[in-house]
């Protein structure tokens, strides 16, 4: 994206004060890639932008993810459709297709998507709202110490919410955003299974510390959709969750950007847990994935 000029014709309202700003007074189905450049500075600022009274169509919807990058399909969600980087999502009397648990979109991939930009095709009127987090401002946070730490680590990362656990890749736990230069968590409740340098048992208990650190609420905003609101969130520092507490249809329709590898905030410190304990049988996703990437590296 090159550098835009302001557009002092936007309404750009603050939600929280950790990320979120609603904008209005841009129909999305006509930016040009001057505008998009502008939007693409309020992104790297706020991490999720809301657009209401949008209403794209399939191909609106699609033309405006382009300005972004490349579109990509999902890896693991087929939907037989004529768009494969378009897809839908239908919760019917509130079942199905509810992502109510905190995540980073497809952080098991290589290079996970870098945004997601999607539509409230049609919403409950309670609930269904979507809360996000700033992994960003929940690394600034953690102590110096732990920050330290986190630093020298990497994460197993799989597929396995998919029904795909041997979709996996190795991560660092912390990330450097490629355009802002800010660092955050890149491990999540979701996807991420194991911490390599430590033990299982250790892997766990801060795995479950640093999940509850970046749900805090004040590292979070909270949004309640409208019918034909457009969200697009930088999923490279943020995490998000669908509060399923509605009973009525909610039908979402998506594209994503995709993704870049993710850059470690330092070289991982020390070598892969290896102990030899009747634990063992925990590590082999890990070992093997080890043995992948070192291949594909040598």
């Avoid at 939007?39 to 209403?55: A, G, I, K, S």
């Avoid at 979507?130 to 597929?159: I, V």
């Avoid at 909610?250 to 995709?258: A, D, E, H, L, Y």
Wanted: charged share 25%.
């Amino acid at each position: 994206m090159t550098n835009a000029p302001a557009r002092p014709d936007l309404d750009v309202r603050r939600l929280s004060g950790s990320l979120g700003a609603e904008v209005r007074g841009v129909a999305l189905a006509e930016v040009t890639e001057h505008d998009a450049a502008h939007l693409h500075q309020l992104l790297m600022e706020h991490m999720v932008l809301f657009f209401p009274d949008q209403h794209l169509s399939p191909d609106e919807h699609i033309t405006f993810g382009r300005h972004f990058g490349e579109l990509e399909s999902h890896p693991n969600l087929s939907f037989d459709a004529e768009r494969p980087e378009f897809f839908e999502l239908r919760a019917e009397g509130g079942q199905g297709a509810v992502a109510d648990e905190w995540h980073s979109d497809i952080s098991f991939k290589q290079q996970p998507s870098r945004f997601a930009i999607l539509q409230m095709r049609e919403c409950p009127s309670v609930g269904g709202d979507t809360m996000w987090a700033n992994a960003a401002k929940a690394y600034d946070e953690l102590s110096a110490p732990l920050r330290d730490l986190c630093d020298g680590l990497t994460a197993l990362h799989d597929a396995g919410p998919h029904l795909h656990p041997e979709q996996t890749y190795i991560h660092p736990v912390v990330r450097v955003h490629p355009e802002t230069g800010r660092r955050s968590l890149f491990v999540n409740e979701h996807f991420t299974r194991r911490i390599v340098e430590l033990s299982d048992a250790e892997s766990r208990m801060l795995l479950d510390y640093l999940c509850r650190w970046i749900h805090e609420p004040r590292f979070t905003v909270r949004y309640q959709w409208a019918s034909g609101t457009i969200a697009m969130w930088d999923n490279r520092c943020t995490q998000h969750y669908v509060l399923d507490d509605f009973t009525e249809t909610r039908v979402i329709q998506r594209v994503t950007v995709m993704g870049d590898n993710p850059e470690a905030a330092s070289s991982a410190r020390w070598e892969p847990y290896g102990a030899k304990t009747a634990r063992f049988w925990r590590d082999t996703p890990m070992r093997q994935q080890l043995k992948a990437q070192r291949g594909a590296t040598s």
